[in-house]
């Protein structure tokens, strides 16, 4: 069965796998693929997370850390970083070693099942995780319930664009030119198949943003960006 029509545990293990594998060279291959613009990206959550002065943040699927590590530039603010893949974490925790930097709090974590109390977040801010999840609506829930009320969720994925005149080259970078790097870079060229898959096979943008409404959130709204291939989703917790 193709990866992405995975459902469940097997769904899990299979993304589990694939990342813990590909984890070492996971943040460059998202420098290139991406032309630098995911910093750009990550910026806009973080900004968009609204954080007060000595707020808590939560970076769910945080892989390397990005998100988090961003976060604590801000005064005061303090971040757990959480994933339940744990090489890919381990890269980020001895690359911020290396560099004698300050470090999110890394946490093993499933988005199915957060190991955090009710309403002890501010915001909770993840970056191309919503797509892997097995149920999207229970992983909406777990976000909301961490999160105290007021706080804020702000989600950054791969998105379906419309139909427009970039099309072509669009899908030739998605279906060709992404899994050749990666396969070049990682070694692993079914990886960045499953990336174009799983985006294709994932809500729309809309369809998101309607499930972030469901699942309870007030204020939902959504940008795309890179000529409609990336969303960022926000929502807040009333
Ligand atoms: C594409 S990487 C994104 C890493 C990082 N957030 C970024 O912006 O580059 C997706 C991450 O989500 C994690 N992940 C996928 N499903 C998860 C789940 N159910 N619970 C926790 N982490 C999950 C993977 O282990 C992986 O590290």
Same mark, same amino acid.
């Given at each position: 069965?193709?990866?992405?029509?995975?459902? =469940?545990?097997? $769904?899990?293990?299979?993304?589990?796998?694939?990342?813990?594998?590909?984890?070492?060279?996971?943040? &460059?291959?998202?420098?290139?693929?991406?032309?630098?613009?995911?910093?750009?990206?990550?910026?806009?959550?973080?900004?968009?997370?609204?954080?007060?002065? =000595? =707020?808590?943040?939560?970076?769910?699927?945080?892989?390397?850390?990005?998100?988090?590590?961003?976060?604590?530039?801000?005064?005061?603010?303090?971040?757990?970083?959480?994933?339940?893949?744990?090489?890919?974490?381990?890269?980020? /925790? $001895?690359?911020?070693?290396?560099? $004698?930097?300050?470090?999110?709090?890394?946490?093993?974590?499933?988005? &199915?099942?957060?190991?955090?109390?009710?309403?002890?977040?501010?915001?909770?801010?993840?970056?191309?995780?919503?797509?892997?999840?097995?149920?999207?609506?229970?992983?909406?829930?777990?976000?909301?319930?961490?999160?105290?009320? =007021?706080?804020?969720?702000?989600?950054?994925?791969?998105?379906?664009?419309?139909?427009?005149?970039?099309?072509?080259?669009?899908?030739?970078?998605? /279906?060709?030119?992404?899994?050749?790097?990666?396969?070049?870079?990682?070694?692993?060229?079914?990886?960045?198949?499953?990336?174009?898959?799983?985006?294709?096979?994932?809500?729309?943008?809309?369809?998101?943003?309607?499930?972030?409404?469901?699942?309870?959130?007030?204020?939902?709204?959504?940008?795309?960006?890179?000529?409609?291939?990336?969303?960022?989703?926000?929502?807040?917790?009333?």
């Amino acid at each position: 069965m193709k990866p992405e029509k995975l459902t =469940g545990q097997a $769904r899990a293990q299979y993304v589990q796998a694939m990342f813990s594998r590909i984890a070492y060279r996971y943040d &460059l291959m998202n420098r290139l693929m991406t032309f630098g613009q995911d910093r750009y990206w990550r910026a806009e959550v973080i900004r968009r997370a609204a954080l007060p002065t =000595g =707020g808590r943040l939560l970076d769910l699927g945080t892989g390397t850390g990005d998100l988090a590590i961003d976060a604590l530039r801000l005064p005061g603010v303090s971040a757990v970083a959480g994933d339940f893949t744990l090489e890919m974490m381990l890269v980020g /925790h $001895r690359r911020l070693q290396a560099r $004698r930097q300050h470090e999110p709090a890394w946490s093993g974590a499933d988005a &199915l099942h957060l190991p955090f109390r009710e309403q002890v977040f501010d915001a909770v801010v993840s970056g191309f995780l919503m797509r892997n999840v097995s149920d999207v609506e229970r992983a909406l829930r777990e976000q909301r319930r961490v999160l105290r009320p =007021g706080g804020r969720v702000v989600i950054l994925d791969t998105t379906r664009p419309k139909p427009n005149l970039l099309t072509p080259v669009i899908n030739i970078h998605m /279906h060709r030119v992404i899994p050749a790097l990666g396969k070049l870079l990682t070694g692993e060229g079914e990886a960045y198949t499953y990336l174009p898959d799983s985006t294709e096979n994932f809500l729309s943008a809309e369809q998101l943003a309607a499930r972030l409404q469901a699942a309870g959130f007030i204020q939902v709204g959504f940008r795309r960006l890179n000529f409609g291939t990336i969303a960022i989703h926000w929502g807040v917790n009333p």
